[in-house]
């Protein structure tokens, strides 16, 4: 077990799966205090099972990231079980590929909803927690390689994480004299079940040559990434190493976007 987090209580949104489950695992080894908010609460309570089990600290909650009020309740149960709340993910996504000329406002505001507003609403409640603690503390989003370029057949994600990139500046800006970093990474083609729906969904629309495989043979590091390889960067973000890191998206890709 390493120390870089101990004592340090931090929320991942999304935690139960993908990338959330693996900065999870991540951080609870470097001995973060956990809270796994997911709307999937049998997922996120066998996750936090997992991680209790290995020796760390873990608690599921179940949030709707798309609802201000939820939000705040888990955000409110990490405070009365850990004390206080020093980092928040906005880690929660999705995609539904359409093509650019069958999207329909249900699907853009859909993926808008939880992937932008729900980063918004997940930063401000944050900040209000850390303000009222009088401590500082960290925002850290997941964006994507899909908010640096527009993809065709997923455009709204495209937007969506774009938005995530602005909202960390904007919210960097205007937080940092309440001692609060925010700051994104940009994944790549990462394996996770998020994927692995998105290959499905794909060739629905008969796309399938424009999934996982095909993107990832555009990786210079020659592989798509493990959840595993977020982690490090995941670490940085919400250790005090990052204290001098504000309104930055760094992109954990393998070379895939280089701008």
């Known amino acids: 077990?390493?120390?870089?987090?101990?004592?340090?209580?931090?929320?991942i949104t999304?935690?139960?799966s993908g990338i959330g489950l693996g900065i999870s695992k991540g951080l609870a080894a470097e001995g973060a205090n956990i809270v796994i908010a997911d709307l999937n609460l049998e997922a996120a309570e066998s996750a936090a099972g997992e991680i209790t089990k290995a020796g760390g600290k873990a608690i599921a909650a179940q949030v709707d990231v798309t609802k201000r009020a939820s939000v705040a309740a888990g955000i409110e149960l990490a405070v009365k079980t850990f004390g206080k709340l020093d980092c928040y993910f906005n880690n929660a996504g999705f995609n539904k590929p359409m093509k650019f000329l069958d999207v329909t406002e249900e699907n853009f505001n859909a993926i808008m909803n939880v992937n932008a507003l729900a980063v918004f609403v997940g930063t401000q409640e944050a900040a209000k927690q850390y303000i009222r603690q009088g401590t500082g503390g960290k925002v850290v989003n997941t964006a994507s390689?899909?908010?640096?370029?527009?993809?065709s057949s997923f455009a709204p994600y495209s937007a969506s994480k774009a938005a995530v990139i602005s909202i960390t500046q904007g919210a960097a800006r205007a937080l940092a004299e309440?001692?609060?970093?925010?700051?994104?990474?940009s994944p790549g083609v990462v394996a996770t079940p998020l994927w692995d729906k998105l290959d499905k969904d794909l060739e629905e629309i008969g796309e399938g040559d424009s999934g996982f495989d095909s993107m990832a043979s555009g990786i210079l590091i020659g592989r798509a990434a493990q959840p595993e390889d977020i982690v490090p960067t995941a670490l940085f973000l919400a250790s005090s190493d990052s204290d001098y890191v504000t309104g930055q998206t760094m992109a954990i890709d393998g070379g895939m976007i280089l701008v």
């Not at 077990?1 to 929320?11: A, F, K, L």
């Not at 309440?178 to 990474?185: G, K, L, P, Q």
């Open 178 to 185: 309440h001692n609060i970093t925010v700051n994104a990474f």
């Open 1 to 11: 077990m390493g120390s870089r987090m101990t004592g340090r209580t931090v929320i």
């Open 14 to 16: 999304g935690g139960a």
């Open 145 to 151: 390689i899909a908010g640096r370029q527009g993809f």
